[in-house]
């Protein structure tokens, strides 16, 4: 025997035809909704009419169902867009990131990190480590936290923040590209240290951490230990000056161990020798 599931779609179109008032008083329903601009709430009207009349919901239940649909859409709109201006490089997430193969970092304290309530605080996230030990994903994997709980965030390495500001100065529009950095509530930079920066790089990078000193949050990436940023950025001074407003409210996380690329690349010769030999010898 076969069974038909009932759908709230179905359901609308197996309910009883409305009478001429019914039918004015459901048209003049969905312009409201539209003149107020809730058009995800007018698109699902018919649904969640046929819905409420199966259910029996009260009137109370039956219009916090119908706004319910409008909340869920405005808020997955407004995720997209943070998402966007975020400027996210990868899928990355925390959730999906391999404590396995990074034994060294604490999970528990990544967890912490993942409710954002550092944010409240204006703390500053360090990632310190070789390249390829995961530092880049868990920037990433903040960034998207953050976006997904609400706060403005933006992602950037440090060689094109260097390049933006470099081009503001000769532009005339130094002071709008610092209110762009200081804007976010949570700043992202990766990779400094990786590529030379020129001169004028470690003043942008100083301006911009001073102007976000105890207002809001950086989280940045480097392969070079702090000791090293004055032959980093070219000048010890304001290196100095620069760690100093990072470290005073931060939290340091000293990433070590093997790449995970390296790793990658060893597992698939592994698995290739395995198919050509027959056994986990290296080929001869």
């Excluded at 312009?31 to 009349?53: C, G, I, R, S």
């Excluded at 990078?205 to 392969?223: A, C, D, E, G």
């Excluded at 690349?265 to 395995?274: E, G, K, N, S, V």
């Amino acid at each position: 025997m076969t069974t038909t599931q009932t759908t709230p779609a179905t359901t609308a179109m197996t309910a009883a035809p409305m009478t001429g008032t019914q039918a004015s008083l459901y048209q003049q329903l969905r312009a409201h909704l539209a003149a107020l601009k809730l058009h995800d709430a007018a698109q699902h009207l018919p649904e969640v009419l046929a819905t409420a009349q199966a259910e029996q919901l009260s009137m109370t239940a039956t219009l916090e169902r119908l706004l319910a649909v409008e909340v869920d859409a405005t808020q997955a709109r407004r995720l997209a867009g943070r998402l966007r201006f975020a400027c996210l490089p990868t899928p990355a997430t925390l959730a999906d990131f391999d404590y396995d193969a990074a034994p060294a970092v604490n999970k528990k304290l990544i967890e912490e990190l993942a409710t954002c309530r550092y944010l409240d605080t204006a703390t500053n996230i360090l990632l310190i480590g070789p390249p390829g030990v995961g530092k880049t994903h868990l920037a990433v994997g903040l960034g998207r936290a953050a976006a997904e709980a609400g706060y403005r965030t933006y992602f950037t390495t440090a060689a094109d923040l260097a390049a933006r500001c470099h081009r503001a100065a000769i532009e005339g529009r130094w002071a709008t590209t610092m209110r762009f950095f200081a804007g976010p509530t949570l700043l992202v930079i990766d990779e400094l240290g990786y590529l030379p920066l020129p001169g004028e790089a470690a003043s942008a990078l100083f301006q911009v951490v001073s102007q976000r000193y105890l207002k809001t949050s950086i989280v940045l990436t480097t392969n070079r230990g702090v000791a090293s940023w004055g032959e980093v950025l070219g000048d010890t001074t304001v290196a100095a000056a620069m760690l100093d407003r990072l470290l005073h409210r931060s939290v340091v996380l000293n990433l070590d161990g093997d790449s995970y690329r390296l790793r990658d690349h060893h597992a698939r010769a592994d698995t290739l020798r395995q198919a050509t030999t027959g056994t986990r010898r290296p080929l001869q």
